[in-house]
């Protein structure tokens, strides 16, 4: 973990005319103002606009072509679903509102109301998306100047006093570093670090590397029939310790199988079969291969990452040295990004090991012909999940997500869960035989079941002796565990927002940003519309415990207790859970796995069925689920994807009639199931 300047800088001088307003300066065209901030990724937007409305001048500078990040770059469903959206209010509500209004005015309903606080998927068209954040941008006169790629930051004493881009110079009293790579403070200057640290060095339990416990044959199976993913590097060392790497980068694709809206996928450049080796021992072993589609408005999808899927949509290793590499090394490393997405599209409709079915359905899917006409309709912006992070004023770490969520100086609250996607695959040797693996994501629970907790103002600060008047929202100062939790658009959007107020005040009062009274700063928090208080269901010790199933009332079924066939995996990532853990199908679908429970009731009457699972996007939609109890049967069919009731362990399914004079069986299969089947318990109740 290093602390260095960004790559290739250079100071240059700085000559700033006199005796004009900043307002003048803004509206003229010239190069001073309240504000900078650098990156119009969400979180810049987010700033830029806030601090407007607080009455200062803002200029939003972007070293790309393209405004607005992800959120416009082809992100369309933006994770809101898996946090508590009571708490994600401000900009981010208001920009969703207004995507939702402007589809009404075009007469078309979404399947959603942004008003309702659910966890309904919000999805829109990344047109759409981009035009409502210009028309914010625009409202809020907020002067955007995008390909404006920083070259040197000009300081006096702990003060940016400019920042010098390939297109001019900028004066400002309070910058902002909204990149996702976190650019400006590397180059102001301020303490950094990127990749893992090891467990020891923040106390966090999820930290290191997360190998592999079982060997693995040369077919590229476990010890228990499991098959593990493409391996592209070498051992990487102890588990315990951290590294550089930081989380595979992707594309959120946007596409559609409408004819007449369908380009045609461009050919890669070049295409090596024999990196996709593994993928097709995995496709002829009965192993399900693609991408996660969420349907969009307009006959469309969003192509992301498989959510617990063996082979990631990103190319994993790729990322690392985005963040420190200049412009034309970060051209080279966005283009092998395109080239690898290419090359996987190519293989999954063409090779003869991915079944027919699946190369057909790929083969309809193509671009959309009105989605970034400019960039030959790919999307142009990287998934960037995890590049530079400060070390600042306060460092935000497992224990502040997972046992001490409450802060005193909070400025947001967070609730995505902690996940990580994959940061290397390692290759292990041993006399020919090849054990081969992935470094596991880390997911533990989702806040709809407890996990909420405040970003305190501090960790957006740098420490006061390497700069005074900058503020870091998106690159914050955090570990690799907390940036696994805070690294989604909708976090960034409402720490951008706070950050931007904070720029403003810090402005007006001509005082350093650390020096920025809080109570000043949360009052103008609120007035803004940001949730600052923790809701009230947060209780992270209740959440990071299993549950005893001898503490629960009525019959408890737990997973160890049933009988199983075909394949299941164990596992303990999504809390609370009830006994030792729960078991999934690894979303096969093949009808093999079945879970039997066989008990008797007490005395024969009316019972209120109710399963505990881990509710998620990922998780199937139709489970099936029988109870037979003498002449009695039942038919059910569980929606895995629905939230429990809130602070519940287990949601109702229905009432069945049971006899006690007879063994009552109850099965769940994953008979023609989509997505993970999760078998963690049944409960019984007496009706009422």
């Known amino acids: 973990m290093k602390n260095q300047l960004f790559s290739a800088l250079f100071l240059l001088s700085l000559i700033l005319p006199t005796g004009v307003s900043a307002r003048e300066q803004v509206e003229e ?54 946090t508590v959206r009571s708490t994600v209010m401000g900009l981010f509500d208001e920009w969703h509102t207004r995507i939702e209004k402007d589809y009404s005015a075009r007469g078309i309903k979404l399947p959603y109301q942004v008003r309702v606080k659910d966890q309904s998927k919000w999805t829109y068209e990344p047109h759409v ?147 996709f080796e593994v993928m097709r021992r995995f496709a002829k072993s009965g192993g399900r291969l693609g991408w996660d589609l969420y349907p969009l408005p307009g006959g469309k999808f969003d192509g992301n990452n498989s959510i617990g899927g063996q082979f990631s949509l990103g190319l994993v290793g790729g990322g690392n040295g985005w963040s420190e590499a200049d412009e034309a090394g970060r051209a080279a490393i966005w283009e092998q990004h395109k080239q690898y997405t290419l090359e996987f599209y190519h293989f999954l409709t063409t090779d003869p090991a991915v079944p027919e079915k699946v190369r057909n359905a790929y ?77 596991f994501p880390v997911r533990k629970s989702s806040p709809k079941q407890g996990y909420a907790y405040h970003v305190p103002y501090r960790s957006i600060l740098p420490q006061p002796k390497e700069c005074s008047n900058l ?27 706070s950050a931007g107020i904070a720029a403003a005040l810090s402005a007006r009062n001509e005082s350093s940003v650390q020096d920025l009274p809080y109570k000043q700063l949360r ?53 609370p859970h009830i006994g030792s853990g729960y078991l999934h199908d690894e979303k096969s679908g093949d009808g093999k796995a079945t879970a039997v429970f066989r008990f008797k009731v007490p005395q024969s009457g009316r019972y209120q069925l109710l399963m505990a699972y881990s ?48 063994e009552t069986k109850i099965t769940i299969s994953n008979d023609k199931t989509s997505g993970f089947v999760i078998l963690d318990a049944i409960q019984l109740l007496p009706a009422k």
């Open 29 to 82: 065209g010239g190069t001073r103002a309240d504000i900078v901030v650098y990156g119009a990724t969400p979180g810049g937007v987010c700033a830029a606009i806030a601090a407007s409305r607080e009455g200062a001048t803002v200029i939003l500078l972007e070293p790309t072509d393209h405004i607005g990040g992800l959120n416009t770059g082809g992100l369309s469903f933006s994770d809101s679903n898996q």
């Open 129 to 275: 998306a981009l035009r409502v954040t210009k028309q914010m941008l625009d409202e809020a006169h907020v002067k955007v100047l995008p390909k404006q790629v920083l070259q040197s930051v000009r300081k006096e004493g702990t003060r940016i006093s400019s920042l010098v881009t390939d297109n001019g110079a900028f004066a400002a009293k309070t910058f902002i570093d909204a990149t996702y790579e976190g650019d400006l403070m590397a180059a102001a200057g301020v303490s950094w670090t990127i990749g893992r640290e090891g467990k020891a060095e923040y106390g966090e339990s999820l930290a290191g590397k997360r190998y592999p416990k079982s060997r693995m044959n040369i077919n590229g199976f476990d010890s228990e029939g499991q098959i593990l993913p493409l391996i592209t590097t070498t051992d990487a060392g102890p588990e315990d310790e951290g590294d550089s790497n930081v989380m595979v980068y992707s594309f959120r694709l946007c596409l559609t199988d409408d004819p007449k809206n369908r380009v045609p996928f461009p050919k890669p450049e070049s295409y090596d079969p024999a990196r």
């Open 363 to 439: 083969a309809r899917l193509g671009l959309c012909k009105d989605e970034f006409p400019e960039y030959g309709h790919f999307s142009p912006a990287l998934y960037v999940r995890e590049g530079r992070r400060m070390r600042g004023m306060y460092v935000l770490s497992q224990k502040d997500i997972l046992e001490q969520p409450e802060k005193k100086d909070p400025i947001a609250v967070s609730s995505f869960p902690i996940d990580s996607h994959d940061c290397q695959r390692i290759a292990l040797t041993d006399g020919g035989v090849i054990n081969e693996g992935t470094i």
């Open 471 to 497: 503020l870091v929202p998106v690159a914050l100062s955090c570990t690799h565990v907390g940036i696994s939790s805070l690294r989604v658009e909708p976090t960034w959007m409402i720490l951008g927002q």
């Open 523 to 575: 009052a103008r928090l609120l007035a803004q519309g940001q949730v600052l208080e923790l809701p009230p269901d947060t209780n992270a010790n209740e959440v990071s415990h299993s549950i005893d199933p001898q503490s629960l009332p009525g019959i408890v079924l737990d997973n160890t207790s049933a009988e199983l066939s075909g394949h299941w995996s164990h596992s303990t990532n999504f809390k």
């Open 615 to 662: 509710a998620h996007e990922s998780r199937a939609n139709n489970v099936p689920l029988t109870v037979f109890s003498g002449a009695k049967k039942a038919r059910l069919s569980v929606d895995q994807t629905r939230t429990l009731p809130q602070g519940k362990q287990f949601r109702p399914l229905g009432i069945v009639e049971l006899q006690d004079d007879v």
